[in-house]
């Protein structure tokens, strides 16, 4: 079982910043793919970012330039580095730690936490 806790978010005035960490627990490697998701209100959930366990990184086109996703593999932590903020990056932002086994996956969520950017 693996566990995955956010902190980070809060009330933030657009063009501020913040920073959210995932801590992960239980029966998790280096070797899951860690990612960041949001959902905002009425809206599906979509990636943000992704980041391998060798430092390869992906980004959601709406975030490029402003985001930056990191990881500390010895403490199994991930990072998201938020500057620039928008409005509309109000969400849920969730963590995610994946990876394919053996034909299995393993896919897990964490509980998010609330980033809100208003003035």
């Known amino acids: 079982q693996v566990q995955l806790v956010e902190s980070g978010g809060g009330l933030v005035q657009p063009g501020g910043s913040l920073r959210l960490s995932c801590a992960a627990s239980?029966?998790?490697?280096?070797?899951?793919?860690m990612g960041w998701y949001r959902q905002a209100p009425g809206k599906q959930r979509e990636l943000v970012a992704l980041?391998?366990?060798?430092?390869?990184?992906n980004y959601a086109d709406s975030v490029k330039g402003r985001f930056t996703i990191s990881r500390d593999n010895a403490k199994i932590t991930v990072y998201l580095q938020m500057n620039s903020l928008k409005p509309e990056d109000t969400a849920v932002y969730y963590c995610?730690?994946?990876?394919?086994?053996?034909?299995?996956?393993?896919?897990?969520w964490g509980q998010g936490t609330q980033v809100t950017v208003s003035s």
């Open positions: 980041i391998t366990s060798g430092g390869i990184t």
């Open positions: 995610n730690a994946d990876r394919m086994v053996g034909g299995v996956r393993y896919n897990y």
């Open positions: 239980g029966s998790i490697y280096s070797s899951y793919v």
